[in-house]
């Protein structure tokens, strides 16, 4: 038994359903082929998605697409067990720039987008293969004992990518290249106390880092967004430093709830969600040699699409700008053995760049002095700026006592300082 | 020969499960369906006898259209083509009003049908209780908790193993005839992603306007067994309390608190 399509796409995330989108729309027989039970049952992500390069690759979003909160406010706080110092970014006229959603509302949005396009949407199957013919051209995919062919496959299977790593594009993940990260969703009885909580208005949302304690200092960071009626609260750790955690991985997000500080933020609403999920971390490093091979374009986490720059997290926009261009190469290649053209489409739009960009950003990102030295440098200078005691109150006398209290010269603090400048 | 099987889309998930407050029956509509587990069974066991016997095989269901996905697997193993009976006055039907639905439902598109299997319950109401009813409806023999059939000439001999009397039984009964499929006896097949890619094309939704049913007689209405009260178990908050350290002396202080709250 056999079957024919145009284009298999695999995954149904917001980069493969952004191109099996596109190409139905353009007349293309599309099938997308999804493991979880519905497009986006099987994804996590922290919570927010940029809207300036989706106005440009998926308008379309604007009209209808599920969009929860708006971002007003933006936080980031360096957190201890004893204390949290935070800066606070919020603009005075609401703009619509970045919004909080669940994913799974996002994607379950654009599967519908897809499926109405014409896109034939499969859940529930497994792909075990990339099929090549004899010349090494990707002809189709082997789900079980059975085979589909087509004559331009898309991978877009996420960060986990097997199927890249069994056809020998990839190596295995290395724990350098990605972190975990396990959230909590809490639901309020009623979103004007998590409003006022939060010092919001009505549909206005928050964005919120946390580095230090939730992690156990250790390279990652805390989050917390809000959707509609609830916060997604959760931990990110890299993998390379998950070994050294005291508390387990999938422990960390409700040790970040009952941190008396998040605690009274949170207090009274009911865990609704748990889940977890590895995550790209190292951007363009992860990246596969080629994004284009005869009959086969990757796009998406598959792609290493997203970028972490510790505070700024990028996914879903270079997910479907990548989805969209990939759909983009096909319409325009006519064949399969001219797919080149997507990588040079990457490279001129803002997805490589940006990436480039943040190349080096986890140097910074994977040492101790972002996520263990500075929180406590900062919650210790702030206490003892703010504490009247016997010595001259001034922010040298402070940051004197401070350093003279940890193990951390000045010269650090300033490379580091540079090291940041430089790379993030 | 046509083998009829009958399956839900139950609610799966604890998590999902919800109560209309004033009719006290659970809320299909808007939750995440999937086909009743036990089901597997009994289409897997329906699968075998067309494949020893041929003819098809031909699942039945009453659901919201959110059952379709449930059906598209069934299909996805091999069931030759799917009946969903949907209709809104078809809403908070009991087992009786469901029975009802699923034997008509046979009568008018698959008349001609030898056997009807059913798995051995749901997995989110567990009464066990619509193989016989549609039996009833029917008018035909049925035996529960079947793990093995033969056919011969127009008569099914079935065998069924009862485990607090450790005894293998056999029965003979003419057909059609309705057998419910012990759970857990069958080896399910895998779905198979072709079958699924058209499975859609094999699905015919039946109204109550093509069945034509007495709307006293469906859903709610239809229903004998009513709700006349329920006691919700209630959560009691959570105290969060958390023993950590070494092992035993967590667990002990553990055990002391719990002899502390009464509960142990």
């Known amino acids: 038994m056999s079957s024919k399509f145009d284009v298999i796409v695999v995954g149904a995330g917001p980069a493969g359903l952004a191109a099996a989108y596109k190409l139905a729309s353009a007349g293309f027989k599309v099938l997308v082929l999804e493991r979880g039970r519905e497009p986006g049952s099987k994804q996590v992500y922290g919570g927010r998605i940029y809207a300036y390069w989706l106005d440009k690759y998926l308008p379309e979003f604007r009209k209808d697409a599920p969009t929860d909160r708006w971002v007003r406010k933006e936080r980031v706080s360096l957190m201890t067990d004893e204390s949290v110092t935070t800066i606070e970014f919020e603009v005075v006229k609401p703009e619509k720039t970045s919004f909080v959603t669940s994913l799974y ?77 396990a959230k909590e969703v809490l639901k309020f009885d009623n979103r004007k106390i998590m409003e006022d909580r939060l010092g919001l208005s009505e549909d206005e949302g928050l964005a919120w880092a946390f580095a230090g304690w939730p992690t156990e200092y250790l390279p990652g960071g805390g989050f917390l967004y809000t959707y509609r009626d609830s916060v997604a609260l ?191 | 020969m046509k083998f009829v099987v009958l399956t839900k889309a139950a609610v799966p998930l604890s998590s999902a499960i919800r109560i209309d407050p004033k009719t006290g029956t659970l809320i299909r509509e808007g939750v995440p369906l999937s086909v009743n587990q036990w089901d597997r069974d009994a289409v897997e066991f329906a699968l075998k006898l067309r494949d020893k016997y041929g003819g098809e095989v031909i699942a039945i269901s009453m659901a919201p259209p959110s059952g379709i996905p449930a059906l598209e697997s069934l299909i996805g193993m091999g069931v030759d083509r799917a009946i969903l009976a949907t209709d809104r006055a078809f809403a908070g039907a009991d087992t009786w009003a469901t029975s009802f639905v699923l034997a008509k439902t046979i009568e008018k598109y698959v008349p001609d049908y030898t056997l009807v299997i059913a798995g051995e319950e749901t997995i989110d109401s567990t009464t066990a209780h619509v193989g016989a009813q549609v039996a009833s409806h029917l008018n035909i023999p049925y035996v529960y908790y079947v793990y093995d059939a033969e056919i011969h000439g127009n008569k099914v001999r079935v065998r069924r193993f009862l485990e607090d009397e450790g005894v293998d039984e056999f029965y003979e009964m003419d057909l059609p005839a309705l057998i419910s499929v012990a759970k857990g006896t069958q080896m399910p097949r895998e779905i198979s992603l072709l079958r699924k890619i058209n499975a859609r094309d094999r699905i015919m939704q039946a109204t109550n306007k093509e069945l034509g049913l007495d709307p006293e007689c469906v859903g709610l209405k239809g229903s004998p067994t009513f709700v006349a009260g329920q006691t919700g178990a209630t959560f009691p908050p959570r105290k969060r309390k958390i023993f950590a350290g070494d092992p035993r002396e967590s667990v002990k202080a553990l055990v002391e608190e719990l002899k502390k709250e009464g509960l142990l």
Not at chain 1, 106 to 124: D, H, P
Not at chain 1, 261 to 289: C, D, F, K, N, W
Not at chain 1, 297 to 314: C, E, P, S, Y
Not at chain 1, 364 to 383: E, H, I, T, Y
Request: hydrophobic share 45%.
């Open chain 1, 105 to 181: 509302s996002f994607t379950s949005w654009l599967g519908k987008l897809a499926a109405s396009a014409g896109a034939k949407i499969v859940t529930e199957v497994v792909v075990d293969e990339l099929l090549r013919d004899e010349k090494g051209r990707f002809i189709g995919v082997r789900s079980g004992q059975d085979k589909v062919y087509a004559d331009y496959i898309i991978d877009a299977e996420g960060v986990n990518r097997l199927l890249l790593e069994r056809a020998g594009i990839v190596p295995r993940l290395k724990p350098e290249l990605v972190a975990v990260g």
């Open chain 1, 234 to 424: 959760g931990v990110v750790v890299y993998l390379t430093a998950w070994r050294q955690l005291v508390t387990p991985v999938y422990d960390l997000a409700e040790r970040l709830r009952t941190h008396p500080y998040i605690a009274r933020l949170v207090a009274g609403a009911s865990l609704q969600e748990y889940s977890a999920h590895l995550t790209p971390v190292a951007g363009i490093s992860m990246a596969p040699p080629r994004f284009s091979y005869d009959g086969l374009l990757i796009a998406g986490d598959a792609a290493g699409f997203l970028m972490h720059a510790g505070v700024l997290i990028r996914g879903v926009d270079f997910a479907v700008a990548s989805g969209v261009l990939a759909a983009e190469a096909i319409k325009e290649a006519g064949r399969p053995d001219a797919l080149s053209r997507y990588d040079d489409k990457l490279k001129s739009s803002f997805i490589i760049r940006d990436l480039a960009a943040f190349r080096n950003a986890d140097k910074v990102l994977s040492g101790q002095f972002a996520f263990n030295d500075l929180p406590k440098l900062v919650n210790a200078l702030m206490r003892n700026y703010f504490t009247i005691e016997d010595r001259p109150p001034t922010i040298a006398s402070a940051l004197k006592t401070t350093l003279g209290e940890s193990n951390v010269s000045l010269t650090k603090v300033l490379i580091n300082m540079m090291y940041a400048l430089a790379y993030l």
